[in-house]
């Protein structure tokens, strides 16, 4: 096969020009970037490559900040719980929180824009009743409750950069500068922030795409006295907030945020919670002014005949590139850190920008690249993991980070890459923007719908989490699953119903928090929407606690349509008698091992002999199926995943509709295999998940199956 | 050792004169009663003894009741849930229920007495909107919103006495007559059941104590449409209800009990729900209802010269041994089945009565005492679990039921027996009625105190429940510990506060449960009552969910006092940094297996590094303790019944109110064997709970210990 070249994005650095060469030449890279700590030499901007430059819009420009202290970033924070022992009560507000990142804000006054709560009674206390000790960074309550708990919402001034005070506290920078944070919606900044690019294009003239890392606003991340992270929100507006935003909402909204809209009972508002409709007024406040604010520097950069691309990360906040604002901006590209195929189709499925592309996994970092460790195990299980979703939408290029210098040390990974590479062309091109064959239509409902899509049950970016791994793992299965996938909020159902071509609705999630929806199933209009599409042949599929609000005998509300519900406790009284799983089941053909619900959901009973029982252990169910007029409803107790718990959600999604016949039109038997087709370009790839090899029915859209060898990792790609 | 006689009772039947006389001697027995399908022929009743005769009030008396059909007994049923799919939905409301129980009352208006509910609105079908199809038992509701669930609350009479029925179709007795059940609070009943007494005393000159079994309602037990156990609630007050109660409710209370307070949307006010008002309403008139009847037939056999005793159990609703209005029946003693220490608690501790008498196991049935079975496996497990229990608070008898003439044909389980009833007059002649050595006082606080002393966690009488047993071995485990155990609920707190003698506060149960408490727990009054406790030096021991109502930032409302939380997702974001488990603590000082915390709970995590955490696993804290003023909040995931855990309680308890020092006054080291100290008497008794012969040191009640060696099951006694 021809070699190919092009879609690859590689990092460099100074004296690594001949092996930048021999590099781009192997892996077919078109394109170099510099890296957190490195830059790019003439020498290297000089090659036959785009030139990717990293730009920091809100940091890095202290001769600026320093000057404009009063237009830093600001934070509402709570402190801790302060219990009441007698009639006063002092709160050192500031305690637990890093001096160095965050400072009280006694410019404007406290007792107009702080907030004492009394979390006992849920009442704010009187300002006139507390005073501020602007010294000790205390605040003195009189007249208070013996034995309520008391927290102050204060406003501080963020004076440090998240991302950089954790790059210098992680490698121990000593005295190097603290970049400060500004605002731009300040006139200064504001003003700052354009002329300052204006100029550095200018100066920057081989730069042929302007990297913005990112824009205005970092994501929350807060540090605690040890100078360690306390509290990180990959979702937080929380450094959005300043006294001018807040005064802007105030006119534009007609009512008054209070410290508490944002500071949530310290909860701040984090994607788990249903939000509240204060919250989403305030999301949309700061979508529109980043996406004008950005559109601005965007116009500029395409002004200059530059390419302006946004990574999805750090100072991201507002830009919601599912957003309806989004598109505003004008970027031309995104890219993004890849971890797994949701991560890659948060990437990839971006709508309104014209390419997308993913920075592929190990960062070229010494953490990974040192002696004895071999990086292509992380490769090969990035690979693996992303390249699922690359066949159901490809990210338009592929790229990685760090030190160039430390991976060309590893000659077997640079080999490694350089077949990745090529595969990862290969798809592209076959698959050459065609919409892949989709066996149904999928939608995930939750709170946040499209405007989260794909980004449900983060925490941190991609991190693991004990209470998310078995949600997450639904994600993770899906973004490489031959259906079409949507994101559905509760909202888009009152205002539009549910769309007509939807098969199948997914909810998964813990009770209350907005995956699983909370109060949002006590809408009568919900439940009965939900009701009527099984009923007249949708599919449901609820994960862990689905439709979960206790209400009128029931804790899931769609407990109808699921056919089982969650003991409470309520009804221990009323006998349980369906606990006899059925042997067998279309949700366990050709399973092998033993059911993985991860975490999994305690004291769920089946209600009646119509369910349909697939899984029951330790007295309870795991797995069940229930029918409900022409439709199903599926109950799982979690789904961590794995490539058996993607074949058994696979199974759930065509069992919901009734449409078992139908999934094995493109099909491999074996779960370690997938096989997708793109029926307008007439190709179609089979695929080898696994490191080992794997034998496999595969069926050719027709019902025809025949046997195939794939080696570990394979590809192979045929004519329909 | 001389041989003691009396305080225990033995069944018997028909010729068995010699055997029975043998019994009683080897003995020691006493008393002599009839049992289930058993009567006592004249010759036993001239034995030297006292005769009891089992008597039954509302039940029994067909010739009677087919008389007065309108005044048998009524209960309120709620229809299952039907999802209308069009405007008119037609509910089978008898549909899973057992036409030989219970049949519709269509002479009460059902417009009147019966209510239809949307369960997915919470409302009330207006009358005007259904009919009732009286000959399909069918409800027609028109003008039905589609999509939501309906269901049907209606009035049946009740045509079965739910024991006979258990046992009529259990023993397959074909035709005999069903015996029915008739409310004494109709006049005709209620002169019947006083006429028939007094005619019953005439005709049964020789039986000494009247034994009722029991009065006038059964707890709630409905059969399903398969003749078998739909909804059984040992507490419930189902058949309490009638047209003739509501109306005298209404009268009396000035407000019109509704189907669905009695309903409970299924739940029918089980006492896992936190009690409504109008359910305690309810109560409390069914009680002093009971009491007056009750006390009217008790006068009667007391004028006859007989002894009342009263069966805990079967028809004991509305009796509530620990009810304000107890007393006013005057009986003279209360019999009830010994399952283990908590159940023979529950009847010991009864207030009121002359006279206590705990049957213990097994029953002299064919399901234990078959060939090739040995009953005294069962016979020493109740044993030792009681006599924990007896050390602390005796019942006054202890007796059998069953055949006597089936237990006759093993005589090593007479023999075990025989040993048996020397132990337990032993005891309880060492006792001699003195009040034990008492290292504290704790207190279990739920939504039911007092009144349920004993009773939490209970669904059907000492049945095993996986939702349960983690929490009922608290109970059991303080059944025979060597503290003071009282039950407070919290109205008590709120009306008289915490009482001063207590040392420690257990919480214990599943989140918004009756046991846990629920929304009692977003009263300030309790909550700073609570801490306030702590502070001062009192101790609090959280099981399970304790003080759990999701609040201001919290889900347990005294995490400041337990030092952990639980996370419900929405604080995901903020880091969690404890995770370090004490190495060495008190709570786990001379531990040997690892920890049983049952069910557990997820995702528990410590607050701060105060929190001291004694067991961490699973990314989870299962055991931990926390300063609080100068008390402590000791947190565990679930305590199932065993000796480590009932150490581990003990533990808990001394360190909750910092007084790990005074543990070991009287103590035995092995958890196996516990010592029971009687200041007053002047004796102490070191036990061995296990079959197996077991080392301790003994603590003799100053400090100094000794080691002594126990016989599997022994008990020693020493003077002090």
Redesign the interface.
């Known amino acids: 096969m021809a070699r190919t070249t092009g879609r690859v994005t590689l990092p460099s650095e100074g004296n690594f020009l001949e092996e930048t060469k021999d590099i781009m030449k192997r892996w077919g890279a078109d394109a170099l970037r510099d890296s957190d700590g490195t830059k790019l030499p003439e020498e290297i901007k000089n090659l036959d490559a785009k030139i990717y430059t990293t730009y920091f819009v809100a940091r890095g420009h202290n001769e600026f900040a320093k000057e404009h202290m009063e237009e830093c970033q600001q934070l509402y924070l709570m402190s801790r ?1 302060v ?1 009441a ?1 007698e009639e006063k009560v002092e709160i050192p507000f500031m305690e637990g929180y890093f001096d160095q990142q965050v400072t009280p804000d006694y410019v404007h006054d406290p007792k107009h824009w702080w907030e004492v ?1 009394d ?4 009442e704010i206390v009187a300002p006139s009743s507390w005073e501020v000790n602007q010294r000790k960074h205390v605040v003195v309550v009189n007249n208070a ?5 008391y927290t102050v919402s204060f406003l501080v001034y963020a004076i440090w950069d998240p991302t950089q005070m954790y790059n210098h506290i992680t490698n121990d920078w000593g005295d190097k500068p603290h970049e400060i944070p500004f605002d731009v919606r300040h006139p200064a900044s504001g003003q700052f922030a354009r002329e300052y690019l204006i100029q550095w294009l200018k100066d920057n003239p081989r730069t042929d795409v302007v990297r913005f890392t990112t824009f205005f606003y970092h994501f ?1 991340l807060v540090f ?1 006295d040890k100078a ?6 990959w979702f ?1 507006y929380g450094a959005t907030v300043s006294v001018k935003a807040l005064e802007e909402f105030e006119k534009e909204y007609g009512y008054r945020l209070r410290p508490e809209d944002i500071v949530d ?4 508002n ?1 994607t ?2 249903v939000p509240t409709r204060q919250y989403l007024d305030y999301m949309d406040f700061i979508q529109r002014f980043v996406a004008r604010k950005a559109g601005e520097l965007v116009k500029l950069v395409h002004e200059a005949g530059r390419e302006a691309m946004m990574f999805l990360g750090d100072n991201w906040i507002g830009t919601e590139p599912y957003g309806k604002y989004f598109p505003e901006i004008g970027l031309d590209a995104v890219v993004g850190s890849v971890g797994g195929g949701a991560t890659l189709r948060l990437i990839s499925d971006i709508p309104g920008v014209k390419y997308t592309e993913g920075r592929f996994l190990p960062y070229f970092f010494p953490d990974t690249f040192y002696e004895g460790n071999d990086p292509c195990v992380e490769a090969k299980d990035n690979w693996l993991g992303a390249r699922r979703a690359l066949m159901r939408k490809p990210v338009d290029r592929i790229g990685y980070g760090g030190y160039l210098s430390l991976a060309y040390q590893f000659p077997a990974f640079v080999d490694y890459i350089e077949k990745v590479t090529e595969e990862f062309r290969e798809i592209y091109d076959n698959i050459n923007g065609s919409r892949p064959y989709c066996g149904l239509k999928v939608a995930v409902l939750n709170c946040w719908g499209q405007l989260r899509a794909w980004q449900a049950f983060m ?2 970016h991609a991190l693991w ?4 791994y078995s949600y997450f793992g639904m994600l993770e299965a899906l973004s490489g699953m031959g259906v079409d996938v949507i994101f559905l909020s509760f909202d888009d159902i009152r205002e539009k119903g549910i769309p007509k071509d939807v098969d199948v609705i997914i909810n998964a ?2 009770a ?2 907005a995956f699983s929806g909370g109060r949002e199933w006590l809408d ?1 209009g919900i ?2 929407a939900l ?2 599409f099984v ?1 007249q042949g949708g599919g449901f599929v609820g994960i862990g606690e689905p439709s979960a609000a ?5 804790f899931f509300q769609l407990a ?1 349509v699921l056919g089982v519900d969650e ?9 349980k ?1 369906f606990s006899k799983e059925q042997e067998k089941h279309f949700l366990k053909e050709g399973r092998e091992e033993n059911f993985d619900f991860g ?1 999994g959901v ?2 769920i009973y089946a209600l009646s002999d119509e369910t349909e029982i697939v899984e029951y252990s ?2 309870e169910v795991h797995a069940s199926a229930h029918p409900y ?1 022409k439709g199903r409803g599926i109950y799982l107790a979690g789904l961590p995943y794995s490539h058996e718990n993607t074949r058994l959600l696979m199974r759930c999604l065509y069992y919901s509709v009734r449409k078992e016949g139908e999934m094995m039109r493109w099909f491999a038997d074996n779960p370690l295999c997938e096989v997708h087709a793109y029926p307008e370009t007439g190709k179609y790839a089979v695929i080898n998940n696994s490191q080992e090899s794997q034998s496999t029915l595969v069926y050719n859209g027709e019902g025809k199956a025949s046997r195939i060898c794939l080696d570990g990792c394979a590809i192979i790609w045929n004519t329909i």
Chains 1, 2 share one sequence.
């Open positions: 719980r219990t022992a709560m979390r006992t009674s849920g409750l013996p034995f309520h708990e929350t605690n360690k992270e306390k509290f990180v929100d937080g009972n310290g909860y701040y984090s788990f919670r925490v941190a989490y004990k209470q998310t999630g813990a209350d928090t009568e439940v009965t009701r009527r009923w206790h209400f009128g005998g029931r109808d003991e409470l406790g309520f009804s221990l009284s009323t006998d008698y975490e305690k004291n330790h007295g007029g």
